[in-house]
């Protein structure tokens, strides 16, 4: 347990002390003038029983007064998520209406609208490369407007979205060396990554990439955002023909302990927040106990109040 105010609960546990004090003085030199006058006391201890809930009830309004506060353990969704989008040109296909990258974009949005403040959200845009368009913020609408400016341009590469998110979480460069060794960024339990892509991977690193956030304790959900059948979108004037590449996002999903959510239209997509779910962390956080005890006290000094007047026929 806590206090707010140490000082006040040292003065007003004297001044509890000091009444018992003198009650107790009180009742001794009544008791023996009564004796003296050959005068029986009447009710022996349960005469004082009035002042004794009186003065507990100062007693406890001296601790009410000191702020106490416990610390109890609470379950609550926290940390850090990074919104990993494929703005690569087959994200144009309108399999999913209206196209891939419109569709994904909604249910992001419809992703951070459901996150407490308590879960910093960035956001990182990939093709073949990858650049963090928001860092991790408790302020998710810098996270929204990231969303809302991304376009397409470029190729896929699924590592490097990876690397670029874990860089987002640690705060530095993280990158899979070109000799496939992978860096040691320490452990980030409270972290996840959702991706959200049609799966096309154009880059040799994935394994690596997924290598390493899965020893870093960050889990990557991956979306896939397309159909199986797939579409044609024109890149550069030539008609390319484009599918849902769902194994290399199951993979990365399985090896980093997230899941993998197929979006194959628009209404899943819209409700993908709900099927992600965000880990628990327990932290220790202060619940205020001042209300419970001044109701205590105020028990406490009304009883002795009654017992008071009851005992001495006088409201003063």
């Known amino acids: ?177 070109r000799d496939g060794t992978a860096p040691d960024i320490g452990y980030w339990p409270s972290a996840t990554i959702v991706m959200f892509s049609d799966g096309q991977n154009q880059g040799a690193d994935v394994e690596q990439a997924a290598g390493v956030a899965q020893r870093a304790g960050v889990h990557v959900h991956t979306v896939g955002v397309g159909t199986t059948a797939g579409a044609t979108v024109k890149v550069d004037g030539y008609r390319l023909r484009t599918s849902l590449e769902e194994d290399t996002l199951t993979s990365i999903a399985r090896t980093t302990g997230g899941a993998y959510h197929p979006a194959s239209d628009a209404a899943r997509l819209d409700g993908i927040a709900d099927t992600i779910d965000l880990r628990l962390t327990v932290s220790d956080e202060p619940l205020p106990l001042a209300g419970g005890l001044i109701g205590l006290a105020l028990a406490l000094l009304t009883a002795g109040a009654v017992l008071n007047v009851l005992r001495s026929g006088r409201v003063i």
């Open 1 to 177: 347990m806590t206090l707010s105010s140490p000082l006040l609960l040292t003065v007003g546990l004297l001044v509890t002390a000091a009444l018992a004090w003198a009650a107790v003085v009180s009742a001794r030199r009544r008791t023996a003038a009564l004796a003296a006058a050959g005068v029986a006391v009447p009710g022996g201890r349960r005469a004082y029983l009035g002042v004794g809930l009186t003065i507990a009830g100062v007693g406890v309004l001296a601790v009410a007064v000191a702020g106490p506060a416990a610390m109890v353990p609470v379950p609550r969704t926290a940390g850090t998520v990074v919104l990993a989008i494929d703005v690569s040109n087959s994200m144009g296909a309108d399999d999913v209406a209206p196209t891939r990258l419109a569709a994904a974009q909604r249910a992001a949005r419809a992703f951070v609208a459901a996150q407490p403040d308590t879960v910093d959200i960035g956001v990182v845009a990939f093709e073949r490369g990858a650049l963090t368009t928001a860092r991790p913020d408790a302020d998710h609408s810098v996270a929204l407007k990231a969303i809302d400016r991304l376009r397409i341009t470029g190729g896929t590469s699924l590592g490097t979205a990876i690397t670029a998110s874990l860089s987002a979480i640690t705060g530095r460069q993280v990158a899979v060396g």
